[in-house]
């Protein structure tokens, strides 16, 4: 039902998809292991999400009869300079996250597969979001400043706690 071209494709964003989630679990030992609790656990929660976004992936794969292959992912970096660096990659891990799905999209326009544009636009969306909740996580890292990082912390502590407040 979908050409091999981009059944091939499909399945390399299920390979992005996980190399997300393990820089993100990668990102939160990280946290973890400079006392920052909250930032470790949004990154744990978004690790989550990216599983998720991969299994969207082979589910899709699976209902439209193609088959599904997952190659090697790419070892995570777990180390960083400080963590506004830590959080700069989260950011750009999104944006080529972004510009991927947004080549998922051009191809199923090119090849007039509508059904695969369709499953791709709640990716579309989704990433809005995403590069929405980082970017306002690093400038929140930005204004406080590596002195007062533990503002950023209660921030997220109560945002966690509000309800109807979403982990990124
Ligand atoms: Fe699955 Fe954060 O993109």
Redesign the pocket.
């Known amino acids: 039902m979908i050409s091999k071209k981009m059944t091939k494709a499909l399945n390399e964003q299920i390979v992005h ?1 996980l190399y ?1 989630s393990n820089a993100y679990i990668a990102l939160a030992g990280y946290f973890d292991s400079l006392g920052l609790k909250a930032m470790s656990r949004r990154f744990f929660v978004q690790s989550d999400e ?1 599983r998720e ?1 991969a299994m969207k992936f082979v589910n899709y794969l699976m209902d439209v009869g193609a088959p599904v292959a997952v190659g090697a992912i790419p070892e995570s970096k777990s180390s960083y300079a400080s963590v506004e660096a830590g959080v700069s990659a989260a950011l750009e891990q ?1 944006e080529r ?1 972004t510009a991927q799905i947004n080549d998922l999209m051009a191809l199923a326009h090119e090849e007039k597969d509508y059904a695969t544009a369709s499953f791709l636009q709640w990716f579309i969306d ?2 809005v979001e ?1 590069i929405a909740t980082v970017t306002e996580l690093l400038q929140l890292v930005r204004l406080a400043g590596p002195d007062r990082i533990l503002m950023v912390e209660e921030r997220l502590m109560r945002m966690e706690g509000a309800p109807g407040s979403k982990p990124a």
Do not use: D, I, T
Request: hydrophobic residues 10%.
């Open positions: 998809e997300s990216e976004h999104e996250v989704e990433q995403e």
